[in-house]
Nanobody, 119 residues
Framework: QVQWMESGGGLVQAGGSLRLSCAAS????????MGWYRQAPGKQRELVAD???????TYADSVKGRFTISRDIAKNTVYLQMNSLKPEDTAVYYC?????????????WGQGTQVTVSS
């Protein structure tokens, strides 16, 4: 079974930048949407940004203008460039991939990567 692995998290000061990556462990086809979610302690998991197979993007209002989502279709990889980070961006970030076939929908989640922004 294909697994998705995030990387790029860490500790950064406010105003700094990080780039998250999420890649598949093997070949996978018919990916429809790739996205990033985050979950802070005591809060629900929320959408940060996603990108469709056609390149359309959606961003949470809190990250618009600071974060950019992109994907490399050939590499089955999705990226999240995070600039001007704020302490409130501190959370575990998860990638999510939605794969659609004629018969079914498959949702895949990565294991998460911690992002900590110090003030």
């Amino acid at each position: 079974q294909v697994q998705w692995m995030e990387s790029g998290g860490g500790l950064v000061q406010a105003g700094g930048s990080l780039r998250l990556s999420c890649a598949a462990s093997g070949s996978i086809f018919s990916i429809n949407v790739m996205g990033w979610y985050r979950q802070a302690p005591g809060k629900q998991r929320e959408l940060v940004a996603d990108i469709t197979s056609g390149g359309s993007t959606t961003y949470a209002d809190s990250v618009k203008g600071r974060f950019t989502i992109s994907r490399d279709i050939a590499k089955n990889t999705v990226y999240l460039q995070m600039n001007s980070l704020k302490p409130e961006d501190t959370a575990v970030y998860y990638c999510k991939v939605v794969r659609l076939t004629i018969a079914a929908r498959y949702d895949y989640w990565g294991q998460g990567t911690q992002v900590t922004v110090s003030s």
